[in-house]
């Protein structure tokens, strides 16, 4: 019955493909996909919420099994390992990296198994209290239910691309019940280059997904925060402080996330770098129980001045006997945070940064705020600086400013905090900027040699593969062939290039048939004249692994539209500059 109403659906869909223009199919699409991101959002939430609440509260918390709870990471983490290795064979990418790469150069295309992977995975790891977050895997999930409706129905790489956007988009939307924070994510952080007609569908899947969100999850579910206070403009000097703080920390948590996720990987034991990362997990879980999971209880506790559920499990409660040291004890929480969410990703778990960046503002404010107040300044609305600052943290982390300000915003339900969710976000987003040009993504992917621009023509140029397009059908001629082999050679050849090689292929010369014309009507000169003496020098060589702007480059600088490839000197090829032309001419017009 159930694949009866699948086929059902399958049929429907079909028909209202035949029956709608392009425009209005991807409209219906759009809902199809948000609604779809926003059901993966909300069964995400609440299989992490039964982890927690049934295993975590419901039996080791009920029943006094106070620190018992530590070893949950490990068993999380370690299952998350052994379900990628043997159900997915290793092939699970983690963050928006894989999104961007696979817009790049996948053509948008997605693998099937990324819409549930890493609802399985994130899920396990973040609900046994990996210190990760759950909106990155969400993203993951949407982007691979847009990318695969597209394909399945066939749609462009226009339209795919725009579709799996969508689906990040109604992913965002429905984690946080938060329409317009989905549509700038996907503006900010997945697509390189929009045009105005791309956000009507944008619109569609994030309200559809955060319709989804609001109706199914309580509310207690959701990040959401009720003001207390407004915006006093007298603070302005304070908001712009705390914006040069977030964006020094937005810089710590990039560097040291990095370094910390790299020294795991080198760790060439799955086993070890499991052992090791659960461990150092419980540890510290031990001591800043606040870094368990999400920590989203954590930033609603901040936020409410409940510094006491901060704490209340650590072993160090003895030793916060004022409010200095418990000022002390939420700078060093938010500096590790960082470290907590490299080691929950870096030994093998699923997850993201969304929620530690939070994390992280959360617990700057609130140590800002709460220093002003320790100092001698009256009237510092504490639980306003502590929301403020979530935005300042994930704007520099993800290079994102309109997404941190209208999330926060949408997330307060309202506007009230606007001016210092500029102010902070701004300030936070120019000084990341400074030093990381990038964002830890995306220089990621250029690391790898992955060029990903904002710029249409260097985006449309970085998914050209040259390797793709060497052409190897070009006769090779032997350095000491004599003339008359070259004539005998040139007679069976349709080309007017010849590369000349040593025995061992290794690229010496090459012979144009337009500069040896009157030699080969010369037949005096067939026996005397080698291929060493009538070759020419390749005024320019391409190598494999040059990316495609230095080839261009270099097919500027000779004048040639066909240059030689070489790889360790050894022949391979010839590149077409026509070639790549009609190849870009291709990908440009998919985009329009």
């Known amino acids: ?25 991807l409209i219906f699409a759009s809902i199809l996909v948000g609604i779809s991101s926003g059901i993966a959002a909300v069964i995400l ?18 029943y006094d099994f106070k620190y018992l709870y530590l070893i949950l990471p490990v068993i999380g983490i370690g299952t998350t390992v052994l379900i990628v290795k043997y159900f997915f064979k290793n092939q699970l990418n983690r963050g928006n990296t894989v999104i961007l790469f696979a817009i790049a150069k996948r053509s948008s295309f997605l693998p099937f198994h990324q819409m549930y992977s890493h609802i399985i995975t994130s899920g396990l790891t973040v609900g046994f209290g990996g210190s990760a ?10 982007s691979a239910i847009g990318s695969n409706f597209a ?23 429905g984690a946080f019940n938060a329409p317009i924070a989905g ?26 997904g955060a319709l989804l969100s609001k109706i199914i999850l309580h509310e207690s579910s959701l990040l959401f925060f009720k003001l207390k206070q407004p915006f006093d403009y007298n603070n302005v000097p304070f908001y712009i402080l705390l914006g040069l703080l977030a964006g020094i920390t937005s ?41 368990f999971g999400e920590g989203y209880e954590s930033i609603k506790a901040l936020s409410e001045f409940r510094t006491n559920d901060l704490f209340k499990d650590s072993l160090l409660l003895s030793f916060i006997t004022s409010k200095w040291i418990l000022l002390i004890f939420i700078i060093v929480t938010l500096l590790l945070k960082t470290f907590a969410a490299a080691i929950t990703l870096g030994s093998g778990g699923n997850g993201g940064n969304f929620a530690p960046s939070l994390f992280v503002g959360a617990n700057l404010g609130f140590a800002f705020s709460f220093f002003l107040t320790l100092i001698g300044f009256n009237n510092i609305p504490i639980s306003n600086f502590t929301i403020v600052a979530m935005a300042g943290i994930l704007s520099g982390v993800f290079h994102a400013p309109l997404t941190a300000i209208f999330l926060i915003a949408e997330i307060t339900g309202g506007y009230e905090l606007i001016i210092p969710l ?57 350095f000491k062939a004599t003339l008359r082999d070259i004539v005998e050679t040139i007679k069976h050849s349709k080309r007017n290039t010849f590369p000349v090689v040593k025995k061992n292929n290794k690229l010496l010369g090459i012979i144009y048939l337009d ?40 097919f500027e600088e000779s004048g040639q539209w066909n240059l030689p490839v070489v790889e360790n000197e050894i022949y391979i090829g010839f590149l077409s500059k026509s070639s790549i032309l009609d190849k870009y001419r291709h990908e440009l017009l998919e985009t329009i």
Request: a positive charge; charged letters at 25%.
């Open 1 to 25: 019955m159930n694949f009866k109403r699948i086929n059902y659906i399958e049929s429907l869909i079909n028909w209202i493909n035949e029956k709608t223009n392009e425009k209005q199919f």
């Open 45 to 62: 939430k609440l299989f992490v919420f039964g982890i927690r609440h049934y295993l975590v509260d419901g039996f080791f918390l009920k």
């Open 133 to 142: 977050g759950l909106e990155s895997p969400i993203v993951s999930t949407g």
């Open 151 to 173: 394909r399945t129905y066939k749609l462009t790489y226009k339209e795919r691309t725009l579709l799996l956007a969508a689906g990040a988009a109604g992913g965002i939307a």
């Open 183 to 208: 549509v700038l994510f996907a503006l900010e952080v997945i697509l390189v280059d929009i045009s105005i007609s791309a956000f009507i569908p944008l619109l569609i899947a994030a309200a559809s």
């Open 251 to 291: 810089l710590y948590y990039v560097n040291f996330f990095d370094k910390i996720e790299s020294k795991f990987h080198k760790i060439k034991s799955g086993f070890t770098k499991w052992l090791v990362g659960g461990i150092s997990l419980a540890f510290l879980f031990a001591l800043f129980p606040s870094l």
């Open 422 to 478: 500029m102010i902070v976000a701004s300030i936070s987003y120019i000084i990341v900027k400074r030093f990381h040009p990038e964002s830890l993504d995306v220089r990621r992917l250029k690391d790898k040699g992955t060029i990903v621009s904002e710029n249409k023509d260097t985006s449309i140029l970085s998914k050209i593969d040259t390797k793709e397009m060497i052409e190897t059908d070009f006769a090779t001629i032997h």
């Open 515 to 554: 500069n040896i014309r009157e030699e080969m009507f010369n037949p005096e000169l067939y026996d005397k004249v080698t291929a060493k003496e009538v070759m020419r020098k390749p005024s320019m060589v391409i190598d494999t692994n040059e990316d495609i702007f230095t080839i261009m480059r270099k």
